[in-house]
């Protein structure tokens, strides 16, 4: 049985006291940004209830052209008017560089990413960067209600960069 | 006082029980791809506990470069082979198309997004293009267990797209 299976088994379990369906748009007017990490269950840490918040979540927590994507439909379309940015401690994106992962992609496979892999080397840094590439989008009405954490695994804490 | 400042209250409260650091790769090597919907609690509907999968989430839980960057961070870097697609009913991005929504933004900004909306018309149709989006992928390299699913917001169920 694959772990695939598994996570669906529990989902028959799951769906046994489902109450449902909520409303479509988050009733927090919530999005938040965080990093894929499996440590970081954003439900936990924030205490988001089900139907509260939009959760976008990538390698790194960081903002590209698929985050501002996300946050554009998530404020025009679906009300959402804050945002919550959340890096974390002990990130896999700080153990390596953009060029030494694309290179060793390129070595392997022949193609070099025609993307950014993001990697960074300072959390509070790239909290900073992910702030600043919102506020310097076009497409992202609401711009004065963000904020930027970093998540630290060892004690469940977050910290706000400031 | 803003929702973010209820949530660090929450966090505040989540971090006294916290026993961490647990070990950075996926325990289970799974990742995850869904959508940022508020009713989309993946832990829940999963059965996820904490540092078993890598969750990655956007606006319709589609694969653009973003997700295939995160991917390829994913299995590459730390070690994940199988991956689970989620998307659901009741999703907002059945709801507009990709003309009407950019043309709004170039309407009230000026400039037009040089991205695609991803807005599509048909859930199992969208799920079986984002497994062919990461099957087309060079820069993914375990691509023999990718698993699509509609989450049913009303009963809590997952149905797998054939």
């Known amino acids: 049985m694959s772990v695939t299976d598994e996570y669906l088994a529990n989902n028959a379990?799951?769906?046994q006291s489902f109450v449902g369906p909520l409303p479509l748009p988050p009733a927090r007017n919530v999005a938040v940004v965080a990093c894929m990490d499996a440590r970081l269950n954003v439900y936990g840490i924030l205490g988001l209830a089900d139907g509260e918040a939009h959760v976008i979540r990538n390698a790194g927590g960081v903002v590209t052209d698929d985050?501002?994507?996300?946050l554009a439909i998530s404020q025009r379309?679906?009300?959402t008017t804050e945002i919550i940015l959340i890096h974390h401690t002990d990130c896999g994106m700080l153990t390596f560089t953009d060029d030494d992962f694309k290179r060793s992609i390129?070595?392997?496979t022949g193609i070099k990413p025609e993307w950014a892999a993001e990697a960074f080397p300072d959390l509070d840094e790239d909290v900073r960067q992910s702030i600043a590439r919102i506020k310097a989008s076009p497409f992202v009405p609401h711009r004065d209600a963000i904020r930027g954490f970093v998540f630290d695994v060892a004690t469940g804490l977050l910290k706000e960069v400031s």
Chains 1, 2 share one sequence.
């Open 13 to 15: 379990a799951y769906a």
């Open 106 to 108: 390129q070595d392997e």
């Open 67 to 70: 985050e501002i994507r996300s």
């Open 77 to 79: 379309l679906l009300g």
